[in-house]
Nanobody, 116 residues
Framework: QVQLVESGGGLVQPGGSLRLSCAAS????????MGWYRQAPGKQRELVAQ??????YYADSVKGRFTISRDNAKNTVYLQMNSLKPEDTAVYYC???????????WGQGTQVTVSS
């Protein structure tokens, strides 16, 4: 089992920045990849960024603005979000992909609101 706890959401003005954190605990040795997803009201949950080892992936909508990183010593994944836009408003979820056994784990979500 893997437990994930997100933090760092909030209200920010357009053009501002936020950093989300996702702290993992439990069977962290089994985690192969971690990612950030978001879900806006009335929309499907979508992948924003993912990291596996040194390989990162970003959705086209956030490339150049968001950066995902991982601190193995702290078992924490970060999502640095710059140049935020109103369309970035959503609940952001952390996800861990475990290989032993093959399972997906989700955090509780953190609200990000971009508004003036």
């Amino acid at each position: 089992q893997v437990q994930l706890v997100e933090s760092g959401g909030g209200l920010v003005q357009p053009g501002g920045s936020l950093r989300l954190s996702c702290a993992a605990s439990g069977s962290i040795f089994s985690i192969a990849a971690m990612g950030w997803y978001r879900q806006a009201p009335g929309k499907q949950r979508e992948l924003v960024a993912q990291i596996s080892g040194s390989i990162t992936y970003y959705a086209d909508s956030v490339k150049g603005r968001f950066t995902i990183s991982r601190d193995n010593a702290k078992n924490t994944v970060y999502l640095q979000m710059n140049s935020l836009k109103p369309e970035d408003t959503a609940v952001y979820y952390c996800k861990a992909v475990s290989t032993v056994p093959r399972s997906d784990y989700w955090g509780q979500g953190t609200q990000v609101t971009v508004s003036s």
